[in-house]
């Protein structure tokens, strides 16, 4: 008898640590995020993307959200310094940078974020990675938000009530259609936009559509322009530390990749396309004042005309990358607007 149980002991303490040595092999990878987790990065790029992972990789790997670690200007300095794993940010919170990468915010791309994310991918893979403009970091993904519309406390029935107009701005090529239209520009992170707006510290936003459901803005912005094709398209890139995929095995470093690039992309844009549909349905059904401006419109062709030239800055200002700008430009415009979803 004392030898069966031992015997069971015996079995059931292997069985143990065999669990144990399963458990320790599990690899988190912290992901820092700067949104709230209603967001639809955190809500569905992020868990999709583990979801990948942890198929891929056969449940080595798996993907935790970590937030409060920081402004989203310095996500990319904590990734390279390894105190999160992997994270995403707006390029145009660091202004000089990622010059090259302000290129697929030109105004009029005329595509939605998915098919503008797909096309970006190629095009970075194509032109941008040599240029290195994200040293130290290995870039996962890239992709856009939907566009940018004005959003405001109080109701404008032209460009021309914005000047002078407190807006809050993030950056990239934003900063230049502000500057075109004479507003003051605010600097500050999304999430801080509720209460910029709510306390009256300024007058409105440029930001997608979505946002009047995941920053509540339908609270607080109840007037929102909506120009055909939006002011421009946010650029993002999501980017893992490369010592931390190279800690990893050759077989599970090559499932994530795998799971990476135009995929990833891909879902991102389609993801932060989806949250526009959401909260465009907030703020009818909130009685948000929507002004949804027609090609035709006097608004729109003013647009047209303020933005006009705005592509050869861009040029102009990546002269010093080696890149060819403006076929990267010409080919991302074609891909994103013959791209089938």
Same mark, same amino acid.
């Given at each position: 008898?004392?030898?069966i149980r031992k015997v069971k002991y015996l079995a059931?303490?292997?069985?143990?640590?065999?669990? *144990?040595? +399963?458990?320790?092999?599990?690899? +988190?990878?912290?992901?820092? #995020?700067?949104?709230?987790?209603?967001?639809?990065?955190?809500?569905?790029?992020?868990?999709?993307?583990?979801?990948? !992972?942890?198929?891929?990789?056969?449940?080595? /790997?798996?993907?935790?959200?970590?937030?409060?670690?920081?402004?989203?200007?310095?996500?990319?300095?904590?990734?390279?310094?390894?105190?999160?794993?992997? #994270?995403? *940010?707006?390029?145009?919170?660091?202004?000089?940078?990622?010059?090259?990468?302000?290129?697929?915010?030109?105004?009029?791309?005329?595509?939605?974020?998915?098919?503008? *994310?797909?096309?970006?991918?190629?095009?970075?893979?194509?032109?941008?990675?040599?240029?290195?403009?994200?040293?130290?970091?290995? /870039?996962?993904?890239?992709?856009?938000? &939907?566009?940018?519309? +004005?959003?405001?406390?109080?109701?404008?029935?032209?460009?021309?009530?914005?000047?002078?107009?407190?807006?809050?701005?993030?950056?990239?090529?934003?900063?230049?259609?502000?500057?075109?239209?004479?507003?003051?520009?605010?600097?500050?992170?999304?999430?801080?936009?509720?209460?910029?707006?709510?306390?009256? @510290?300024?007058? &409105?936003?440029?930001?997608?559509?979505?946002?009047?459901?995941?920053?509540?803005?339908?609270? /607080?912005?109840?007037?929102?322009?909506?120009?055909?094709?939006?002011?421009?398209?946010?650029?993002?890139? @999501?980017?893992?530390?490369?010592?931390?995929?190279? #800690?990893? *095995?050759?077989?599970?470093?090559? =499932? !994530? @990749?795998?799971? #990476?690039?135009?995929?990833?992309?891909?879902?991102?844009?389609?993801?932060?396309?989806?949250?526009?549909?959401?909260?465009?349905?907030?703020?009818?059904?909130? &009685? /948000?004042?929507?002004?949804?401006?027609?090609?035709?419109?006097?608004? =729109?062709?003013?647009?047209?005309?303020?933005?006009?030239? +705005?592509?050869? !800055?861009?040029?102009?200002?990546?002269?010093?990358?080696?890149?060819?700008?403006?076929?990267?430009?010409?080919?991302?415009?074609? @891909?994103a607007r013959s791209y089938k979803e």
């Amino acid at each position: 008898m004392f030898i069966i149980r031992k015997v069971k002991y015996l079995a059931l303490t292997a069985v143990l640590l065999s669990l *144990s040595h +399963i458990a320790s092999a599990e690899t +988190i990878m912290r992901v820092a #995020s700067w949104l709230p987790p209603t967001h639809v990065q955190n809500a569905v790029v992020w868990p999709t993307w583990g979801k990948w !992972i942890g198929e891929a990789t056969e449940g080595r /790997v798996k993907l935790e959200i970590e937030y409060g670690l920081g402004h989203p200007k310095t996500l990319f300095e904590l990734v390279e310094d390894g105190v999160a794993d992997a #994270s995403f *940010s707006y390029h145009g919170y660091v202004p000089g940078r990622f010059k090259l990468a302000l290129g697929v915010e030109e105004p009029l791309m005329g595509a939605s974020a998915e098919a503008t *994310s797909v096309a970006y991918w190629r095009v970075h893979q194509k032109y941008f990675a040599a240029a290195n403009e994200h040293d130290g970091l290995t /870039v996962a993904g890239v992709f856009v938000h &939907g566009p940018g519309q +004005i959003q405001t406390i109080d109701p404008i029935t032209s460009l021309a009530d914005l000047k002078g107009k407190k807006i809050r701005i993030g950056g990239g090529v934003p900063s230049e259609i502000g500057h075109r239209l004479g507003v003051t520009p605010v600097g500050a992170p999304a999430p801080k936009v509720y209460e910029l707006l709510q306390q009256g @510290i300024v007058d &409105g936003v440029f930001l997608p559509i979505a946002e009047q459901k995941t920053l509540r803005l339908n609270e /607080v912005a109840r007037n929102v322009v909506m120009l055909p094709g939006g002011m421009y398209l946010g650029s993002f890139s @999501i980017f893992i530390n490369p010592d931390f995929l190279d #800690s990893l *095995s050759d077989k599970d470093r090559e =499932a !994530i @990749i795998g799971v #990476s690039g135009e995929k990833l992309s891909a879902m991102a844009g389609k993801a932060w396309d989806s949250a526009d549909s959401v909260g465009l349905k907030t703020a009818e059904d909130a &009685g /948000v004042n929507l002004i949804k401006v027609s090609e035709n419109d006097a608004f =729109a062709k003013d647009f047209n005309n303020l933005v006009e030239g +705005i592509d050869q !800055i861009w040029l102009e200002s990546v002269a010093d990358r080696g890149v060819d700008a403006e076929s990267a430009l010409a080919e991302l415009r074609s @891909i994103a607007r013959s791209y089938k979803e």
